[in-house]
């Protein structure tokens, strides 16, 4: 028996989502008193794992997999492995990878899990559902249970181990999937990625102004955000909108300057730890789910706080 | 080209979200159902594919009864047929498994989804019906074209995009951007009406079993009230994310 963990890699290191996946999965074979099995995808040092807990690292390197490919790989180990429970972060490699995984192995699949099962016999996890106006429990019935976990909801623990060590061959499977090109926001911060993210309203007015948004977040070196009608107005790249019908947001700060708080708004960005708003109305609904609140203009408090902030980083580097 | 487009149905966005008393169910009282929104762009693509390059759209939908209005507004937008399977959707998994057998007895080329609903959030059916059917899937799919039996997709990685080909046929969950918001369609009075000519099959559902099951759902704890900081002093407020917030 064990508990089986997928640790992916961007540009061969472990991001920090990825290590808090790992010490999520510990504190489950912890739980289950067996073994925590890492699958390392691409890393450059494989060992930084067993600082999280992992006592047995399986080490693939492979050039780009598709989903199927990762799957099959993943379902390959886990049978190998005996393992009863599999652990996928909700990222998006982990989104398109976890529900095959399930199929394959005949598992239920809850996503967006934000702690750590409740019970494990019968096995119940906390999950997201509504779009995180609410949490289910839910029982998983099957023998092997698949989890995604939500973003910064376990956080990162060290668990210091020695784990061994070998290599895998990724498992070959049919596919027509190619991937012909890849496409990276250079020099952006990605809003999954981000501990602090900076967001725009349609109180902005014009494409222009978002200068103020990025200017904010570079000091803060956060990634940029914004609301739906702002990039339905083209305003802002789709990729920024976030919300109910958006990405999600579950970051440490998120700083939302000219948005009014609708409800399919919130939804998405409620998770995130602490929330500040800058909005000319008191009336906005929200600073109903904020933590703190400034009533004022966005065109003079957004640039007098960068300035602040900036005198602040200085003072604190 | 056929294409089956599978659709959720799910409380519009703006629903405030009850339970029942033993807090074991969702309360449906005064709540008005939607199709889910990333299926709408799923649906609108296939549209186009109907219109430019003359496809055959098939809307399914695993339900009771009372989801029929939401199939007729599919229909009503442009959808050539639809299938209502006959069962209360108890988890993703039984959904997925009902889906594969429509899938297996229409020969459709290409399978669009969502790639989440936004009720139970379970991000799991496209790929549990990919995965049953052993066909190639693309997820959060933001662009896909058609060219005899080969797609073209572009999907969200993190932190930027990805274009794939494949070969029909695919499973693809869409999402935002896969069409422009401004083509979303509205149904019309023409299309009302059509659509009630338009056929809506009920099948029974084949043998499947769930292995996931809700018992209990909470709602999040209320917030604290929030901390209002003069306009003129946002030295307080980097004071306060950096001492009491602990996030700067
Ligand atoms: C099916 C559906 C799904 C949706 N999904 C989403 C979603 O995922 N995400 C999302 O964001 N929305 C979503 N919406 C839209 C949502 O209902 C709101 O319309 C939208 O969030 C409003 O965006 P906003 O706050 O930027 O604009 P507004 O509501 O217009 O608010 C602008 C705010 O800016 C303030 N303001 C104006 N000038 C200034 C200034 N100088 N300084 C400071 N403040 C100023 C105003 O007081 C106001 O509060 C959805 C809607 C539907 C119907
Ligand atoms: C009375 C009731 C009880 C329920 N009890 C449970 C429970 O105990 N455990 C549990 O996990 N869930 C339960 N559900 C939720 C139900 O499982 C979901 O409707 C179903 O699992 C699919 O939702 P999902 O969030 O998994 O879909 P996702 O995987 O998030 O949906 C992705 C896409 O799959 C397609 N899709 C999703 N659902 C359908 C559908 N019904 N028909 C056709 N296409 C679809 C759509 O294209 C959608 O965009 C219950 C629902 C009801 C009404």
Redesign the pocket.
Known sequence: MSVLVFADTSEGIYKKSTLETVSYAKAISDLLGSELVAVSMNATDNTALQNYGANQIVNVQSASLNNKQYAATLTQIAKEKNSTVVVLGNNAIGNSVAPLIAAQLKAGYTSNVVAVPINTAPFTVVRKNFSGKAFGQ?QILSEVKVIGLAKNSFGIVEKPTTATVTDFQATETNTTLASVSVDKNSGKIAIADADIVVSGGRGLKEASNFSLIEDLAEVLGAATACSKPVSDMGWRPHSEHVGQTGKPVAANLYIAVAISGAIQHLAGVNASKTKVVINTDPEAPFFKAADYGIVGDAFEVVPKLIEKLKAFKAENA | MKILV????VPDTTSKINFNNELT?FDTNGVQFVI?P??EF?LTRAIWFQEKQGAKVTV????DASTEPTLRKCLAIGADDAIRIDA?????F??AQQ?AEIYKQGEYDLIL?????I????????GLLASFLDIDFVNACISLEIDGTTATAETEIDGGTETFTANLPLVV?GQKGLVEEKDLKIPNMRGIMMARKKPLSIVAPVEAT?V???ERFEKPAQKAACKMIDANDVDQLIELLHNEAKVI
Not at chain 2, 113 to 117: R, Y
């Open positions: 839910t | 599978c659709i959720s149905h169910e889910n990333y299926d799923a399914v939908h695993v339900g209360v959707p108890t988890d993703g039984f959904v889906l989804t969502g790639k989440e609903s009720d139970y959030n379970g991000a799991m059916v496209p969950a769930a996931t099951e809700i």
